[in-house]
């Protein structure tokens, strides 16, 4: 993907930085610990579609869904 667009994406989330990860081609939140996926060179910036890393320590809000 084009790498100069990172610094213009942000998380749908919490509205922060991305990172790129090149070895898994995911654009990963550190805040939310959440990789979106990067499909066809377009960043996927959907939570729904995102991978959830491993959890912190926090307790996890109840899913409602
Ligand atoms: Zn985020």
């Known amino acids: 993907m084009n ?6 994406l942000v998380c749908p989330v919490c509205k ?3 990172e790129y990860i090149n070895k ?5 939140c550190r805040r939310d610990g959440l ?3 990067v499909r066809s060179g377009v960043p996927v910036l959907l939570e729904i579609d ?3 890393l491993q959890p912190s ?5 109840a ?3």
């Open 50 to 52: 995102a991978r959830k």
């Open 3 to 8: 790498k100069k667009l990172i610094p213009l």
């Open 24 to 28: 898994q081609n995911e654009l990963l």
């Open 16 to 18: 922060g930085k991305l």
């Open 57 to 61: 320590s926090d307790k996890q809000p």
């Open 35 to 37: 990789a979106y996926p």
């Open 63 to 65: 899913d409602n869904t």
